[in-house]
């Protein structure tokens, strides 16, 4: 009998004490592993944590930018020998029942990574409307850049197997880092799917999250850095 597949739920986390031990204990009461890295926040964001079991706490000494968050945590993932991991947003903005529905392709060998879309549910998004077609705009740029063509851009609900957290060669410590995850997709030949997802567009995640024109800044920094290595 295979042993039970050991998944673990990466949360990179800056200045989010106010919903972080929320966030967590719904991702534990799933019966998920986390490991949370905070990147050097200054509003107490890891001792909110104190006292939870199945918590694996990492710090930054300074504050490097979410994919630096995302590199830290799946280096410690794989010293723990994980046989897949998720990545998901402190904010509140994932909803931890999508978790099986990522990890499905990848328990059915049929995917190394799987991509969150907030497009593929079949009930429409609640999407403000600028940032629904900036989106879109992004998506094609994104799909020029990578050579991947997807229905969302920039969505941080993702799931790695084994293979795809082992061969996955981050250097974007900013946002820049969702972009070059799908360039690290095509460079290693990783078999890839995309599922449905929620998003939820709280108050305080609107006001926690990136300006939707910064889809465009960031598509930039990877041009820039493929035109100019």
């Known amino acids: 009998m295979n042993a039970p597949l050991r998944v673990y739920v990466i949360v990179p986390a800056y200045n989010e004490a106010g919903v972080i031990r929320h966030t967590v204990e719904q991702l534990l009461g799933a019966g998920y592993e986390v490991i949370v890295v905070d990147d050097a926040s200054t509003d107490g964001t890891a001792e909110r944590l104190q006292g939870l079991g199945g918590v694996h706490c990492l710090r930054h000494a300074v504050n490097l930018g979410q994919g630096a968050a995302l590199q830290t945590g799946m280096a410690f993932a794989r010293r723990l020998q994980a046989g897949a991991v998720v990545h998901f947003d402190a904010d509140g903005q994932h909803d931890v029942a999508d978790i099986p529905a990522l990890l499905a392709p990848l328990l059915a060998d049929e995917a190394d990574l799987v991509l969150g879309s907030r497009f593929l ?24 850049l990578t050579g991947l063509w997807l229905t969302d851009a920039h969505n941080g609900l993702r799931a790695l197997n084994a293979k795809a957290l082992a061969c996955m060669e981050l250097r974007e410590n900013g946002m820049a880092h969702a972009t070059e995850i ?48």
């Open 182 to 229: 799908l360039m690290e997709i095509r460079k290693h030949g990783l078999r890839y799917r995309e599922v449905g997802v929620h998003i939820r567009y709280s108050a305080y995640s609107k006001s926690k999250g990136q300006s939707a024109w910064n889809a465009f800044n960031i598509l930039g920094d990877i041009l820039l850095r493929k035109l100019f290595p």
């Open 121 to 144: 549910q079949k009930k429409s998004p609640n999407v403000p409307l600028l940032r629904r077609l900036l989106l879109k705009g992004a998506i094609w740029v994104n799909g020029l």
